[in-house]
């Protein structure tokens, strides 16, 4: 190898070495886009969304035929349609979390869990689509719809007190209501009992429901909220 040529070969690896060192190296890959909770969807404008916080689902059976026991769930959602002024416009998507029962008994509660009664499991919650409204009295009216239980839907009629409102609580308007239906528990395969020596059983057939339904949607016109603190 001639002097030359070596000195040709050494220039070209330099110059590479410096080309290389002056190079910025890249920059580092974005972090993903924090991922917020998805968009609510927007209410229609007979919308109304039903406030889990402000809404109950009760029920009363009878205990060794001689009192009554009480009971609840914890979660009530879904949507109520109302034009704000006739009890016709009403309908009603009620959804309860089966899993939420609560007698105020854990042995009893988680024996309503079990295959013998609710079968959590398998069906999560009971649900409530109504299909007409029967007119009553000022404040009253009859509500049917499919009441679907232990995977059993059956047609029941709710006697329902309302609707009163809509009340403009300043960021929503807001509607209630009262619904009372009492059902034989047998016809959704919730048979379970046990006989006593009175000749009676357990637990009654009959069940007593009621819901307590509070429904709201934005108000258009009200005020921003104020900043929260290090805004």
């Known amino acids: 190898m001639t002097f030359k040529t070596f000195s ?78 006739t009890a016709s416009s009403i309908a009603a998507d009620v ?59 059956k047609e029941v009629t709710f006697d329902v007190e309302g609707p009163t409102g809509p009340v403009n609580a300043g960021r929503n308007f807001v509607v209630g209501a009262t619904a009372t239906t009492t059902v034989n528990r047998s016809d959704w395969g919730l048979t379970w009992n046990r006989a006593i020596e009175a000749g009676g059983v357990t637990v009654s057939d009959a069940v007593k429901i009621t819901l307590g339904i509070e429904a709201n949607k934005p108000n258009p016109n009200a005020p921003p909220p104020p900043p929260r603190p290090g805004q």
């Open 8 to 85: 040709f070969t050494t220039a070209l690896v330099l110059a590479s070495a410096v080309a290389y060192a002056q190079t910025p190296p890249p920059a580092p890959a974005a972090a993903p886009a924090q991922q917020g909770p998805p968009p609510q969807p927007v209410l229609g404008p007979n919308e109304w969304n039903i406030d889990s916080n402000h809404s109950t689902a009760g029920f009363t059976v009878t205990h060794l035929m001689v009192s009554t026991v009480p009971g609840s769930f914890g979660k009530v959602s879904g949507k109520i349609t109302f034009d704000g002024k």
């Open 95 to 153: 959804t309860i979390d089966a899993t939420t029962i609560n007698t105020n008994n854990e042995k009893r509660d988680a024996h309503l869990k079990s295959g013998d009664f609710f079968e959590v499991a398998k069906y999560p919650t009971l649900t409530f689509k109504s299909k007409k409204v029967v007119p009553g009295a000022a404040g009253k009216f009859k509500l049917v719809g499919d009441l679907t239980m232990h995977g059993v839907t």
